[in-house]
């Protein structure tokens, strides 16, 4: 059985979309639904069974694996950079995630689990994923130390090396729209788009980056998945891992991709940034793609162009926008 922590999730479902286009449904989704729309990114998928995550932590903490586990895909976490209970991150996103992993790793299970690019801060120290770097990284944000405690303390614990901790950059596309806030851009733009014919982006406050002008590095979410399968199956690659395209693009970029996949006119309107974040916004991420490759993954990336149509016209133009196993 693989289990998939976060399996209602934006990554975490497209994760099982990706087992069960290996002909794999042998899974058990943990999640935490309650009220939410998360529920929604199950329907059109295949797995086994669902557990709550409280109940599937007593269950991991005793002796003994119930579950024949051969792989876990943890993904499961509270994404909001926004979120202020540093005490509630802690546990629920560094604590639990230390016990899955001991829990794989006395099991002989291959255990993935999700950091995060806000590990890196403001990139000061650049964007490598090398394990002599890790001590130096400042995250801007309760989310980003959250992620980046688990890094130190896996290091620490010297199994950094046996697991694989992949630090996402921009991640978008479908299974994204329970998320609020923090859906991607693009899922914003084409609902401001198709409402009111623009759309709008933050201003920059760096004379070095115009408005529009700050860099990401996206990244499309069957790129994501076809790697996290991959490193399912080579459990020899190991480490604290980027999961980009290394290639860093614009706001401005991203808007005119998602207009041109709609097939409109470039109408964007620039808006002040609150001033909460001002301080914690990086205005460039560009993951360091060496590691990845020279650990055997040779397949390419979407170009950004490309993701965005593929999202657009094969998702949000859609009745049903979500990933369909039946479909591929």
């Keep these: 059985m693989y289990i998939v922590t976060g399996g209602a999730g934006f990554i975490g479902?497209?994760?099982?979309?990706?087992?069960?286009?290996?002909?794999?449904?042998?899974?058990?989704?943990?999640?935490?639904?309650?009220?939410?729309?998360?529920?929604?990114?199950?329907?059109?998928?295949?797995?086994?069974d669902y557990l709550h995550r409280d109940r599937f932590l007593k269950m991991v903490a005793g002796e003994g694996d119930p579950f024949g586990v051969k792989g876990i895909v943890h993904m499961g976490a509270c994404s909001s950079t926004t979120e202020k209970d540093a005490d509630f991150l802690m546990e629920n996103n560094t604590r639990y995630t230390q016990v899955l992993c001991r829990f794989a790793l006395s099991h002989g299970a291959r255990f993935l689990n999700a950091s995060s690019a806000a590990t890196y801060g403001g990139g000061e120290h650049g964007f490598k994923d090398d394990h002599a770097g890790l001590h130096m990284l400042k995250?801007?944000?309760?989310?980003?130390?959250?992620?980046?405690l688990f890094d130190l303390w896996a290091q620490r614990a010297g199994v950094l090396d046996q697991i694989a901790s992949i630090k996402f950059f921009n991640v978008f596309g479908p299974n994204e729209y329970h998320k609020g806030d923090m859906r991607s851009v693009i899922c914003k733009a084409h609902k401001q788009i198709l409402e009111h014919g623009q759309m709008r982006l933050f201003r920059s406050y760096r004379k070095e980056y115009q408005d529009g002008g700050q860099m990401r590095d996206f990244v499309y979410i069957k790129d994501c998945v076809d790697i996290l399968w991959w490193l399912l199956e080579h459990p020899e690659a190991g480490g604290v891992i980027n999961v980009g395209t290394g290639i860093a693009r614009t706001w401005n970029d991203l808007a005119k991709s998602v207009f041109m996949a709609m097939g409109k006119k470039p109408d964007i309107e620039y808006i002040n940034m609150p001033e909460s974040i001002r301080d914690k916004y990086q205005y460039l991420t560009r993951a360091e793609m060496g590691k990845l490759r020279a650990l055997g993954y040779t397949a390419p990336f979407s170009t950004l162009e490309d993701a965005v149509k593929d999202y657009v016209t094969g998702y949000l133009d859609k009745d049903d926008a979500y990933l369909d196993s039946r479909i591929g």
């Design 13 to 48: 479902s497209a994760m099982i979309w990706k087992l069960n286009q290996m002909g794999i449904d042998d899974i058990l989704v943990v999640d935490n639904l309650a009220s939410t729309e998360k529920w929604k990114n199950l329907v059109n998928l295949r797995y086994t």
């Design 139 to 148: 995250p801007l944000n309760m989310y980003g130390y959250s992620k980046h």
